[in-house]
């Protein structure tokens, strides 16, 4: 009787298993200067790829980026934003030295985050010394 109920209890949470998994949604960026408000001269580049639980909130991300002025101060998920306009914060990626490449992390975002981010609202900068306000930028899509 012990072995049934154990194979069924592993058969349905397999069978769950996709279910469960089907509220992640992968978002992508391209980094670059000419996506910052406003433009940036850079030969920084990078990518951001953030993938979201939507039933939980849940974010977990990997941003990578290359050839900045200098080091990366920090880096930021900004909600709030189409392309050409600026935000607030929304989630710290990194800051000072957690904030090198590539920066991998996770951590919460809020309902009306993820609402922002599932109507393009929502963009990855990563800051320098140099560039306070932000030296790439990209904006997040599905």
């Not at 001269?41 to 639980?53: E, F, L, W, Y």
């Not at 991300?61 to 934003?81: E, F, K, Q, V």
């Not at 990563?126 to 790439?136: D, F, L, P, R, W």
Request: charged share 10%.
């Amino acid at each position: 009787m012990r072995k049934t109920v154990l194979v069924l209890g592993l058969f349905a949470a397999v069978a769950a298993w996709p279910v469960a998994q089907a509220a992640v949604v992968d978002y992508k960026a391209a980094l670059g200067g000419a996506a910052e408000v406003p433009p940036v001269t850079t030969g920084g580049t990078g990518k951001a790829q953030v993938n979201v639980d939507a039933a939980t909130g849940m974010a977990t991300w990997r941003i990578d980026y290359s050839g900045l002025s200098g080091p990366a101060a920090a880096a930021h998920i900004h909600c709030g934003a189409l392309p050409g306009a600026n935000a607030g914060v929304s989630v710290t990626l990194g800051a000072g030295p957690t904030a090198a490449s590539p920066i991998q992390g996770s951590g919460m975002m809020t309902p009306a985050q993820l609402a922002d981010l599932s109507a393009g609202k929502c963009y990855v900068n990563v800051h320098t010394a140099a560039n306070k306000g932000g030296e790439v930028r990209g904006q997040l899509i599905p």
